[in-house]
Nanobody, 115 residues
Framework: QVQVVESGGGLVQAGGSLRLSCIVS????????MGWYRQAPGKQRDVVAR???????DYADSVKGRFTISRDNAKNTVYLQMNSLKAEDTATYYC?????????WGQGTQVTVSS
């Protein structure tokens, strides 16, 4: 059974940094694209960043230049380094892992940026 667990969220001051981690366990096959999404109260869930198994990345315009997604395939782990955080980044951040053409999701980790 595949499990996806995020960690690293917290309360941070505007301009600060956080690094989120997501560990995927239980997969019997390779993980394809992994990604980070976020959802603020009353808003839709939006993609933040994605990374393919080969390391290609794409970012939402709102985080480009501030956030960096990376992965360690040996550890089945994906990271999101968030710098220069803004109040608008406040949301629950979710990790997704693509396995055999379906997406698995974590429970989310809360990021709150104070201003």
């Amino acid at each position: 059974q595949v499990q996806v667990v995020e960690s690293g969220g917290g309360l941070v001051q505007a301009g600060g940094s956080l690094r989120l981690s997501c560990i995927v366990s239980g997969s019997k096959v390779r993980i394809n694209t992994m990604g980070w999404y976020r959802q603020a109260p009353g808003k839709q869930r939006d993609v933040v960043a994605r990374i393919t198994s080969g390391g290609s990345t794409d970012y939402a315009d709102s985080v480009k230049g501030r956030f960096t997604i990376s992965r360690d395939n040996a550890k089945n782990t994906v990271y999101l380094q968030m710098n220069s955080l803004k109040a608008e980044d406040t949301a629950t951040y979710y990790c997704s892992a693509g396995i055999l053409y379906r997406d698995y999701w974590g429970q989310g980790t809360q990021v709150t940026v104070s201003s």
